[in-house]
């Protein structure tokens, strides 16, 4: 049996989306009075997304990086003792 007749026989809502998700009905008045604050709100949230993703490539990525990097380097070195000596 064809799965889609299947879900049509027994009436399975297939594409669910939950409440949070719908629209609003005062979906135009939501953000500020006119169209452009809804424009300069997206435009703001870009520049926000983009500052906190450059410090915490700076912050935490880099210095992650450099870390593994030592730890690496270590183990290598430790390696190629244990080599040289046996």
Known sequence: MNFFKLLEIKNVDVFFVPDSMELSKTADVMLG???WHADLY????????????????????MPGREWTKRIIKRRR??????LQIT
């Open 77 to 82: 070195a430790a390696r190629l003792a244990t």
């Open 42 to 61: 997206v435009l703001l949230m870009l520049a926000l997304v983009v500052a906190i993703s450059h410090f915490t490539y700076r912050w935490i990525e």
């Open 33 to 35: 009075t006119t169209v």
